[in-house]
Every structure is written in C-alpha cells, then in structure tokens.
C-alpha cells in the first residue's frame, strides 16, 4: 500500500514578487514588496516608502521568471510536479489597487502561465495575494488598516476568479495572514497588509484592526469564488510554528498554549467563522476598539475556508523563568519568553530544524478543523556551491525533506489525517523573503543570481532534483 493517498498534491511552490521580476513590464504597479532593500542573516530589510536613485531592491529582477517561466515549467515537467504553487501578482492586475478597470496585460501574462502548466500536465495552486499589494494603496489609503481596501482586494479576487475559472480550482486567500501577529517586526504588517504603525497608535490594536479587514476580505472573497464556480476549492494559508514548552512546569504548559493562540487566531475565525473567545476577551481587557460592524459576523460566517494550507519549517520553545517582552525578543527574531531547544539544531539562518514537528502540527490542526490539510511550504534555506564537478550535491536538503516526508507519512497512516498534498517551497532558487538573499536558496533548481544582483539566470539542476523526481514518481515510498 502506497504511504500517500493515489491523487496527492505533489507539487513545489513560489511566489510571484520572490520569482517574476519583470518588476514594471507590460503595466505592473510597484508592489510593497519592490520597496524591501536585500538584508542579510541577522540584518533586516529595509522598507522604503518609494524606489531610491542607486538602491538595489532584488525583486525587480527577482530570478526573471517573467521570462524564463517556459523553460521552467519543461523542468518542473521533467520533475514530475503534478501541482505547482503560485501567487496572482496584485500589482500585475491592478497597478495602483483602486483603478476601475484591470490591466489586460497582466491578466494575459497569467492565461499565458497557466495554459502552459495545463499543457504540461501541472495544475497551478494559486494563492491570491502573497505579499505582493499595489504600493499605492499601501501609501494613498494606510494599507489594511483602512477598510477600504477590503473592497479594493475583494474587486482584485473576483476578476481573477472570474477570469481563470476554468483553469483554477485549488486558491488560497492571504499568504501566512497570521505572520502580522509579530507586529513589533515592521516588515509583516507591510508585507501583510501595507500598514506602518504611526508613533501615536498602539501597534498592537493597529495589527488586530488590520487584522479584522483581512478575515474580512478573506471571507468575502471566499463566499464570491464559490459564487462563480461552486467547484472551486478556496483554502487559507497560515505560517505554522508550534511552540513548544520548555519542560513539565504546568506554568511553562500554558504558557505555550496561550502562545499558540497567536498561531490559531487566524484559522480559528477562517475555518469557524466567527471570533474566538480568546480574542474577544483581550480586546475587552487591553480596551482595544477593533472596529467589527454589524454585518460583519455574517460576512465571517459565510465566508470558511474549504481547506488549510500551511507553511511548515521550525518549532521555538517557550520558558516562563526567560521574561523577555515583546520588543526584545524580536530583536532576536524570537517570541517572546523563547529558549532555544537543546533537542533541536537550526539551520544557518537559526530555524531550527524539527521534522516531528510537522507530524505534532498535522495532528493539531487536524484535530482542531477536522478540514483536509495542505502543506504548501516547506523546506531548508542553505548555502549552496557548485562543486569541482560543477554539480550540487545538496544532500543536506534531501535529508531535511526526507525527515519531514517520513513524518507527513506517519500522520497520514498511522494517525488517520487527511492530507492533501505536499509544495515545498521554493522549488527553484528565489529571492529569500525575510533576508532578501539569494544566497538562502531553497530550490532543487538552482540559479544563477547571487546577493548583488549579478548572475546570468542561467537554470541547472541540483542532486535534489533528480531525487524528488524519483519521490514523487514512487508516490512518497522511495525516499
Ligand atoms: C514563508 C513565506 O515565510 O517562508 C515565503 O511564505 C518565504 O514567502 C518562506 O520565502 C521562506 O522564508 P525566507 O525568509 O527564508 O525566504
């Protein structure tokens, strides 16, 4: 008996603004995401509120996907991919956010795209926004912190579900929508949802009113997509990394639950359809004033998701004897009161590495949502070289995807979860969203691009190429 159910997703995914480049061609708008410097391990990305004279932004360029995706697709082909992972780039579509009419020639790009993966026998995953909103309304209307712009992206979902509905059907709404719950670290309420939190506003209840306007798009977009084609399937897409108490102290127990509540938050209302109680009760007693209308717990109810995708890549632990705030831990990129896990090494970016991580998540979100799951990222950002033999011998990454696919395997035999599919992520070398990097490359095709913008794009395979080609054909048993 095969480990993997005979219809499984396997796939690899990306993103629009982290691949396409072509950052201005053919009418695109600059997104939030075209005004992030490049960073560094430890060195964050800087936002700029416009495009400077001299500044090198690697998304313009990206890995120049806008040209080479032909090319591409005939190597995700020789892979065997059977799904592949892509976000609509709003900018494409609707430059500045709020026109009246789409941009025809960005839509084409996206019917050119998906007719060649359907012609190769690849359906595409679309995610309808990944980080990637019209800089415009992110700087004229405040981003999500403005209700208006719900209806500027409920405008941008439907066009791209009307127009793609007979070479779509498996969608997701916002990428890692719950990535914004680290509000102290400015560049995911950016690149969430185009809000910079002013020195009088508390950035705690900006995030949560954010928040609110994005369940809400979420929901309507999700209620207008089954209206056009009931046969859609219109899943969320939540960042999961359990956190995990640091020993036995009961303290230390409840301590990591009400941590993981910044994690359900988001699946709690987009599964339910309506707020946890949780949530409620510390709006009450921080005194926030989150403005929910009338109308808007049947907007929620209406709008559930079909699914849960998720990224999976790390655990943190917790410990209620290391008090640090909010504030200080993310200057470490941390949560608060984290501890590093002796059980566990990291990565060179200090992501820890924790494949039994991914089984304990299956088996919670399962539990939670009782709705088929989806693992739509995953994977190891390394340093990679070419080799004397003018190879790349990434072992490394196989051993990392291995661990986690013995895992996915155990929680879908053993523990009974309904698993859809599996995209890791970054199936080809991109730009690195948190460093901006080449250099942090995820891919099993590598590319010729490196930190300063110089390389000749040029595509070659890795070791891991020919081994996930090999899993995926043996439908997960060879690994
Ligand atoms: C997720 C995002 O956070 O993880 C991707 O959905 C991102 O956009 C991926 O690239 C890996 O993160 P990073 O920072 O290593 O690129």
Redesign the pocket.
């Given at each position: 008996m095969s480990k993997f159910p005979k219809d499984f997703l396997w796939g690899g995914a990306v993103?629009a603004h982290?691949l396409e480049g072509g950052w201005l061609e053919d009418g695109k708008g600059p997104s939030v995401a075209d005004v992030l410097t490049a960073g560094a391990a430890g060195q964050p990305r800087e936002i700029h509120d416009e495009v400077r004279d001299g500044v090198y932004y690697p998304n313009h360029e990206a890995v120049d996907f806008y040209h080479h995706y032909k090319e591409d697709i005939q190597l995700f082909k020789e892979m065997g991919l059977k799904v592949f992972r892509t976000s609509i780039y709003w900018a494409r579509i609707f430059p500045n956010g709020d026109e009246k009419e789409p941009n025809e020639a960005g839509l084409q790009f996206y019917d050119d795209l998906f007719d060649e993966l359907l012609a190769n026998g690849i359906e595409p995953v679309i995610t309808l926004t990944?980080?990637e909103m019209p800089l415009h309304l992110a700087k004229t209307y405040g981003g999500f912190k403005n209700r208006k712009v719900v209806d500027f992206f409920v405008k941008f979902a439907e066009t791209v579900f009307e127009r793609y509905q007979d070479k779509v059907k498996y969608w997701m709404t916002f990428?890692?929508i719950n990535?914004m719950m680290d509000y102290t670290n400015p560049i995911f309420l950016w690149t969430n949802a185009g809000v910079t939190v002013e020195d009088d506003e508390n950035p705690e209840e900006v995030m949560y009113t954010a928040a609110h306007h994005l369940v809400l798009a979420s929901a309507l977009a999700v209620a207008k997509g089954k209206a056009i084609n009931p046969e859609f399937k219109i899943g969320n897409m939540i960042?999961h990394v359990p956190i995990y108490p640091n020993n036995a102290n009961p303290a230390n127990i409840m301590l990591s639950e009400e941590a993981m509540r910044l994690r359900y938050f988001f699946p709690d209302i987009q599964v339910r359809g309506y707020y946890p109680q949780y949530a409620l009760k510390h709006f009450e007693r921080e005194g926030f004033n989150i403005p929910i209308l009338e109308g808007d717990a049947e907007i929620l109810a209406n709008g559930t998701v079909d699914y849960i995708g998720f990224?999976y890549?790390m655990s943190n632990a917790v410990d209620i004897d290391n008090q640090t705030t909010h504030d200080e831990a993310n200057v470490h990129g941390q949560v608060p009161y984290q501890v590093e896990n002796e059980y566990l090494e990291s990565s060179d970016?200090g992501w820890t590495v924790d494949p039994m991580g991914l089984r304990i998540t299956l088996n919670r979100l399962w539990d939670r949502y009782q709705l088929p799951l989806f693992i739509v990222?995953n994977g190891l950002?390394a340093y990679d070289e070419i080799s004397a033999d003018g190879q790349i011998h990434d072992d490394y990454r196989m051993d990392y995807m291995t661990k986690h696919i013995e895992q996915m395997a155990i929680a879908v035999n053993y523990d009974g979860v309904q698993l859809m599919g599996y995209t890791p992520?970054?199936i080809i070398d991109l730009v690195?969203?948190?460093?901006g990097q080449m250099s942090?490359r995820?891919g099993m095709i590598y590319v010729d691009r490196d930190d300063k913008g110089q390389g000749s794009f040029k595509r070659m395979k890795k070791d891991s190429f020919a081994w996930y080609q090999k899993v995926i054909a043996t439908n997960g048993e060879d690994l």
């Open positions: 993103a982290q990944h980080f990428n890692e990535n960042s990224s890549y970016w990222e950002g992520w970054g690195s969203f948190t460093s942090k995820y």
